[in-house]
C-alpha cells in the first residue's frame, strides 16, 4: 500500500509551492522571514579565493533579510561605483575599497571591523 503524499507542490492556479511553508513561490513566507545570525558586528573581509586573484570584500554579520541586504547592496555599489551581489546572508562587492564601504556602513548606524588583511 502507498502512503499518499499530503503537500501541494504544485497548483495550476499559482504555479510551483515552497515545500516550507506550502505558499506559492512569489509569495514564500519562509525566505522573507530567515535572518542570518549576528553578533551585532558587520565585518567586512578580502577574498581572492576562486575568483582568479581577483579581489572582493565580502561583508557580512547584518542581520536582515535577503531584500534588506539587497537594499544595503545596491546603495553599496552606487556608492563606490562597482558590482556586487548577495549571497548566504553577505554582501559581495566587487572592489578593494574597504575602508570606503566601512565609512558607509558606520555612516548608517552599524559598528564595522575590517576582517583579515
Given at each position: 500500500?502507498?502512503?499518499?503524499?499530503?503537500?501541494?507542490?504544485?497548483?495550476?492556479?499559482?504555479?510551483k509551492h515552497c515545500p516550507k511553508c506550502e505558499f506559492?513561490?512569489?509569495?514564500?513566507?519562509?525566505?522573507?522571514?530567515?535572518?542570518?545570525?549576528?553578533?551585532?558586528?558587520?565585518?567586512?573581509?578580502?577574498?581572492?579565493?576562486?575568483?582568479?586573484?581577483?579581489?572582493?570584500?565580502?561583508?557580512?554579520?547584518?542581520?536582515l533579510n535577503d531584500d534588506g541586504l539587497k537594499k544595503?547592496?545596491?546603495?553599496?555599489?552606487?556608492?563606490?561605483?562597482?558590482?556586487?551581489?548577495?549571497?548566504?546572508?553577505?554582501?559581495?562587492?566587487?572592489?578593494d575599497q574597504r575602508d570606503k564601504l566601512k565609512a558607509?556602513?558606520?555612516?548608517?548606524?552599524?559598528?564595522?571591523?575590517?576582517?583579515?588583511?
Amino acid at each position: 500500500m502507498s502512503k499518499k503524499n499530503s503537500r501541494l507542490v504544485f497548483s495550476t492556479d499559482s504555479g510551483k509551492h515552497c515545500p516550507k511553508c506550502e505558499f506559492s513561490i512569489d509569495n514564500c513566507q519562509c525566505k522573507n522571514n530567515t535572518v542570518a545570525d549576528s553578533d551585532g558586528i558587520v565585518r567586512i573581509s578580502r577574498e581572492t579565493k576562486g575568483r582568479k586573484g581577483k579581489g572582493v570584500s565580502i561583508i557580512s554579520g547584518i542581520a536582515l533579510n535577503d531584500d534588506g541586504l539587497k537594499k544595503i547592496a545596491k546603495k553599496l555599489k552606487q556608492q563606490c561605483g562597482c558590482g556586487g551581489s548577495v549571497k548566504n546572508f553577505a554582501i559581495e562587492m566587487q572592489t578593494d575599497q574597504r575602508d570606503k564601504l566601512k565609512a558607509a556602513l558606520e555612516k548608517d548606524g552599524y559598528k564595522v571591523k575590517l576582517a583579515g588583511s
